[in-house]
């Protein structure tokens, strides 16, 4: 066989715990290989020894046939080994330019020029069809663009082998097929790619082979032609996973929560980014809002946990205004939220699971006595939830969160809101990068809140998972409602037409 | 570029300084050191050569090796005394490093400590001076002053921070000054100045911090300073690391964007971790200060010299110690340590500015310590692989002879 | 690595026992105060002193920094001149008073010699001089008297006088000032003008804008000549004289015409000469301490620099002049007041001069 890669019986441990135990893998030249496995199985860990970033206990690397030994990723870079990481590595203040060439940096008389670059990254754009905007400030652009300045920085270090962590959890349907097709074309032009996820359909889709691991081990390499889905499902958990979710007929009460006219005028932009919002939940239902990202379902839900200080409107909560209240008093009226952006709202990266998951009840008689944190009782809190939601990560509790994987630092997010035992439960995204076994765990909750008379208020770019939870989908479009849509009722199509502004439809205020 | 983005920039630099990701962040300190001593020695060496060549001449020829067992003996030269004389040093190191380490640790940047300790340090002397009280009511409560005084202006910058968003870096270089200069303006206008000098009158033999041991240190110079210190390390450690108030203080400090997420108020917690800062830096000052034969000069330089010049010390000590408050204690015993060897050379005939020649690049070392970090461990695992395949040449080699 | 920490462990233990026996030793030490032995001023003069007397006698000599100001470190430092072997110990400047009030004591077989002070417990309340030491005091308003008495002579009669902090020494240089100048345009029978506005205790030391700015506005005003006695806070007013045409300033301390062009002359105080003085005594078996010498113009201790050039035409005539006022009051015929306004009020009045705000500024009212 024509190996580019091959990584024989690498083992890597973290403490105690085995990321990696005795794996093979092995990549052809010119295919598309999916990497798949549980959250925690090691995944990102072996492609991180693969890119210099980790260095294994044993095994072997060689590179076309030959061992190498790769310390940092210069020396990948010099294999032409590329990586996009499942959490961004880029400067958020820097321009894409700057984030491109970061680290390659090409000087004149000793000043950075980067007219060279420049041309190139769009020389480049335009081969690809990779479209980011080479002067922008990466805080500035949305999640898809920042993804293609990672691939555009790949390309500009002319990796022939491309590594892709996760590249869907955060990119809209849309912006999955060009990532597909993108692919595809690198797979044409002989590139050789690697892709973790946990989307079976899509490894169906580009991939020729697919490796999968399951608590640090090898379990086997399959040509995707002969397997389909379920099979690959089974390998990866161990155990028959259902897709289909059992969910049970809405019993819905009284209103819980209520928005009237929310607006957020962006006065860089000159434009509202949420505009006129009225909507409400009740208890017992699950309200999901589709859209295309970036039309304000961020805004919209930063005004409304208070994140972002409205423009107008008012916000009800069991009838009283909670407008003008704090954050906290709004989460201990019983508002929890899953956050869209784990790393930046979701989780202190620096403290350990423990602290994590008392971000807002430290100060609560429960963890804690005359100001002193009662650590063991903080312990008692986190091994419980570890246990109930299977938190995996190499030290339990006292994992620090930047150590955990990127599924596992999720379930710790939904762990703590949902163990708040909130009234309203605003779910943004909330199984974004879950494997499938965890996705499934994760709406069974959340199904379970609404049974139990809580209000869920889901936010997904996935119309997959808002036609299989909600009992009600509104569309938002541009900053505003277009439609409310019975998912009984409606089709993807539909829902599609209203979300990229084809179609506009009324919306009964009064629910 | 704008403005905005530059300071963001470099704030994200200096955020990685303080705060590395990893304890064992602790070895690029200790090979800083390394180098700085190793730097200091060299200097010395080349100076001896210089002048033993005769390219200098000099009223008393140095001793290069007498000098360096005097520089490296450093606090132990002589014995319990300069032991006793290092630990009295320190106290205010460590404090001043204190204060910039916990600020740092909830994510802000106390350049103002120098202004908190010349306020601590001014208002700790007025109450010891004006003050008549018992004796241990008064120097503790002369401490206390000195503290709420240098809270208060710690409290001001972060008032100005979380009310006004002036960065703090502005607001607390402006403060330095400030305090300076009303400091003088009050000690004169309080008549606290010793009519024959250009310093303040000597503080009541009450209010100097007692001296505890003094005779255990062979001197008259050791006093309970340094356990102050240490207190406070801990009190430091324990607000940290046990309480709610540590807890909200460091998640703001690690992420101000989950912070607020989860409800906390991140204003006051600025607000609030200033003005620990603060206090923790006016204890330096009045420690400094609360001193037989120890005088607040109202010039410029000497209050350079003696006041400002501890509190940027603190920058020093905190960056070398990691931000941790433990860190700030043996950072600050460290420095001591080395400007006492400092002192001894002296004997040897060379400047004791030499060590401050061995702190500075110690600082700009450990400022470099990530690379450097890197760069010794890839430097180990070259010479690793090196012998390695040195080892697998002269086992082919056997292999051919058999 | 171990071996080189039981290198490093030997060594720290070697030199416990080192420091005692340090490999020389210095008879003559001096110990510096924050400046340092190159600070244009009295370090230096006592410096370069010391040097002389040792070199052409052939004396070890060393200095030693102390590690902070403090009596303590002041304390220490002379401890550690003491084990390094010093038989007399200088010390240039007031802040040394409580230190050495407690160093003649603990080493009664070491000489000490206190330069511009006299040593007291850290209250005033006792002050106390062993037979081991000496105290060297100037007479600043003899050479203050003298600046004054050449400028007037040197056809300048509208005058200034910045003074450091309002502090003996420096109060003894601004009334010697005001009497010379006085006692010029009574001989030679010229107005003078000298507003009470025109003299100043700047409250510092160091050089400072706002200094500048007030000798600027001064010189405006019509001054002249400024007399500052205020260490590097003359630098200011030199710098706001280079601005303005024929205006001058007084040096201190030392011949100040290097550091500016602006320099007319300078009131000298012979550091350097004291500690000859006090070294030659000590070496030729003549010491004669416990008790404070005070150097006047009859002592050598204080006079004007021998370069008159800068007063240009007229360099001859003040030369004569002040050597003629100087030899008088070396002979007692002049007697200069000192630092209390009462004897500057009854001297002006001997001149027939009454300038009450003005005699009211050089001597404000003390502290407290
Ligand atoms: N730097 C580290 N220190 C300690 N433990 C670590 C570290 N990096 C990873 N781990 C642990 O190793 C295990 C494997 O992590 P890895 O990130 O490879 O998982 P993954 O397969 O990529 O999962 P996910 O799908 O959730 O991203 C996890 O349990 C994680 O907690
Ligand atoms: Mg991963």
Redesign the pocket.
């Known amino acids: 066989m024509n190996y580019v890669i091959e990584m024989l019986n690498i083992c890597k441990s ?2 105690t ?1 085995k ?1 990696n135990d005795d794996i093979t893998f092995q990549l052809q030249k010119g295919e598309v290989h999916a990497l798949v ?10 492609m991180s020894i693969l890119f210099g970033l980790y260095h294994p206990d044993s095994g072997v690397i060689k590179f076309q046939g030959e061992e190498v030994s790769i310390k940092n990723p210069n020396d990948a870079n010099r294999l032409k080994i590329g990586m996009v990481h ?1 959490h961004f590595k880029l400067v958020d203040v820097f321009t894409v330019t700057e984030n491109i060439i970061l680290g390659m940096e090409e000087t004149k008389n000793g000043f950075l020029t980067k007219e060279n670059s420049r041309n190139r990254i769009i020389e480049l754009r335009e081969q690809y069809k990779l479209f980011v905007d080479p002067d922008a400030y990466i805080k500035d652009i949305t999640v898809g663009m920042q993804q293609r300045v990672e691939i555009l920085k790949m390309l500009y270090r002319d990796a022939d082998i491309l590594i892709f ?2 590249p869907t959890a955060v990119l809209t349907p849309q912006e999955i097929d060009e990532l597909m097709n993108t692919i595809r074309n690198f797979k044409n032009e002989g590139k050789s790619i690697v892709i ?1 996820t ?1 989307k079976l359909a899509e490894v169906m889709a580009v991939a020729d082979r697919c490796t999968v ?1 399951r608590k ?1 081990k090898c379990i086997g390499t399959v040509n995707v032609k002969d397997v389909n889905v379920d099979i690959l499902a089974e390998m990866m958990v161990g155990r028959k996973i259902s897709f289909d979710i059992d969910k049970k007929p809405a019993r819905v009460s009284t209103e819980l929560f209520r928005t009237e006219k929310l607006s957020l005028f962006n006065s860089e932009k000159n434009k509202f980014d949420v505009h006129d919002v009225s909507f409400s939940v009740r208890g017992g239902e699950i309200v999901g809002i589709a859209g295309i990202e970036g039309n304000g379902q961020t805004e919209l839900v930063n005004i409304i946990t208070g994140l972002k200080n409205l423009t107008s409107g008012n916000i009800y909560f069991k009838d009283e205004d909670i407008t003008k209240k704090s954050i906290r008093n709004k989460l201990e009226l019983g508002i929890g939220h899953i956050p869209e952006d784990r790393h930046k709202h979701g989780l202190v990266l620096d403290f350990n699971l423990s602290d994590n998951l008392i971000l807002q009840s430290y100060y609560l008689p429960e963890f804690q006595k005359h100001g002193f944190l009662k650590k063991n009782e903080i312990f008692e809190h986190a091994n419980d939830l570890i246990k109930r939601f299977d938190i ?4 339990g509790a006292v ?1 620090r969160a930047r ?6 630092q999720q379930k710790a997010i939904i762990a703590r809101e949902i163990s708040r035992n909130p009234e309203l439960l605003i779910a943004v995204q909330p199984t974004r ?1 879950l ?1 499938i076994g965890a996705i499934e765990y994760i709406h069974e909750k959340i199904l379970e809140e609404r049974d139990n008379g809580k209000g869920v208020l889901l936010i997904s770019l996935e119309l997959d998972e808002i036609m299989n939870l909600s009992d009600r989908i509104l569309v938002i479009y541009e900053g505003q409602l277009v439609a409310e849509l019975d998912p009984k009722k409606t089709s993807f199509q539909e829902i599609g037409l209203y979300m990229s502004g084809s179609k506009k439809g009324v919306i009964n205020h009064e629910v | 570029m704008k403005f905005k983005e530059m300071i963001a920039k470099l704030w994200l630099g200096i955020k990685k300084l303080f705060v590395p990701s990893s304890y064992s962040a602790a070895v690029p300190s200790f090979i800083a050191i390394g180098f700085g001593i190793l730097f200091g020695i060299f200097t010395m060496f080349i100076i001896w050569m210089l002048v033993i060549t005769g390219v200098f001449t000099v009223d008393n020829d140095p001793q290069f090796f007498y000098g360096i067992t005097l520089l490296l003996a450093g606090g132990f030269n002589q014995g319990m005394y300069s032991i006793g004389y290092t630990l009295y040093r320190a106290a205010p190191l460590i404090l001043a490093g204190l204060a910039v380490g916990f600020a740092f640790r909830t994510g802000l940047f106390n350049i103002g400590a120098p202004g908190q300790m010349i306020v601590g340090a001014t208002i700790a002397v007025y109450v010891g001076i004006r003050v008549s009280m018992p004796a241990p009511w008064h120097w503790m409560f002369a401490l206390l002053c000195g503290m709420i005084a240098g809270g208060l202006w710690g409290f001001i910058v972060g008032a100005l921070k979380a009310l006004l968003n002036v960065h703090e870096v502005v607001a607390s270089i402006m403060m330095n000054y400030v305090a300076m200069y009303s400091s003088f303006m009050f000690i004169k206008g309080n008549n606290l100045l010793d009519g024959n000098t250009s310093h303040t009158l000597g503080v009541r033999a009450t209010a100097m911090i007692p001296y505890g041991t003094s005779a255990f240190f062979g001197g008259y110079v050791m006093n309970i300073g340094i356990i102050l210190a240490i207190i406070a390390v801990i009190v430091i450690y324990i607000v940290l690391n046990k309480t709610t108030l540590g807890y909200q203080l460091k998640a703001v400090g690690f992420n101000k964007d989950a912070s607020k997420y989860a409800g906390m108020n991140t204003k006051r917690n600025i607000m609030i971790s200033m003005a620990i800062s603060g206090i923790l830096a006016g204890m330096g000052g009045a420690i400094l200060f609360l001193v037989s034969g120890k005088y607040i000069f109202v010039t410029k330089d000497m209050m350079t010299a003696e006041l400002m010049s501890v509190g940027f010390d603190g920058i020093s000590v905190a960056l070398l110690g990691l931000s941790n408050p433990v860190g700030a204690l043996f950072a600050g015993l460290f420095l001591a340590y080395i400007r006492q060897g400092g002192y001894y050379l002296n004997l040897a005939n060379y400047m004791a500015e030499m060590a401050d020649v061995i702190t500075a690049v110690i600082i700009y070392f450990s400022a470099l310590s990530t690379a450097l970090y890197a760069l010794v461990k890839a430097k180990k695992l070259k010479f690793k692989s090196r012998t390695k395949s040195r080892k697998k040449i002269a086992d082919e080699d056997a292999g051919g002879e058999v | 690595m171990k071996k080189a920490l039981l290198a490093l462990a030997l060594a720290l233990v070697s030199v416990f026992t080192l420091v005692a026996c340090g490999e020389k030793t210095y008879e003559i030490a001096m110990v510096t105060d924050s400046g340092g032995i190159d600070d244009k001023s009295f370090n230096q003069g006592t410096w370069e002193g010391i040097k002389e007397y040792a070199i052409e006698n052939d004396k070890s000599y060393k200095y030693y920094k102390p590690s902070e100001v403090s009596d303590a470190a002041y304390l220490a430092a002379i401890d550690l001149a003491v084990q390094g072997g010093a038989k007399i110990v200088i010390t240039p400047g007031f802040l040394f008073e409580t230190a050495i009030y407690a160093a003649q004591t603990t080493y009664p077989d070491v000489k000490f010699v206190l330069i511009d002070g006299e040593p007291h417990t850290a209250d005033y309340s006792t002050y106390k001089t062993e037979e081991n030491t000496l105290n060297v005091l100037f007479d600043e308003h003899e050479v203050g008297f003298f600046a004054g008495y050449a400028l007037v002579y040197g056809g300048y009669t509208n005058l200034g006088f910045f003074g450091g902090m309002s502090v003996p020494a420096v109060q003894r240089f601004g009334i010697g000032w005001v009497a010379g100048a006085y006692y010029a345009a009574d001989e030679l029978d010229v107005a003078l003008t000298f507003t009470a506005d025109h003299y100043t205790y700047l409250g510092s030391f160091a050089p400072t804008p706002e200094a500048q700015t007030t000798a600027t506005a001064w010189y405006n005003a019509g001054v002249s000549v400024i007399f500052a006695a205020a260490g590097g806070a003359g630098s200011s007013a030199m710098l706001a004289a280079e601005e303005g045409s024929n205006k001058w300033v007084v040096g201190v301390d030392k011949d100040q015409s290097g550091d500016s062009d602006a320099v007319i002359t300078s009131a000298l105080k012979g550091v350097g000469e004291a500690a000859i003085a006090a070294l030659t005594d000590y070496y030729d078996g003549n010491w004669d301490g416990g008790r404070t010498i005070s150097l006047g113009a009859a002592e050598g201790g204080v006079s004007l620099p021998a370069d008159f050039s800068r007063f240009g035409a007229n360099a001859a005539a003040v030369e004569a002049a002040y050597e003629a006022v100087f030899a008088k009051v070396v002979a007692g015929t002049i007697v200069v007041p000192t630092n209390d306004k009462a004897s500057l009020a009854a001297f002006l009045t001997t001149l027939g001069v009454d300038n009450a705000a003005l005699v009211a500024k050089a001597e404000p009212a003390p502290a407290e």
């Open positions: 973290f403490g715990l990321a496995g549980e959250n925690g199985a090691g995944k990102s860990t072996l499942q962590d996760e973790i946990h691991l640090g995996r990560s190499g030290a994992s150590s955990m994987s990127g599924g596992n990068g494997d």
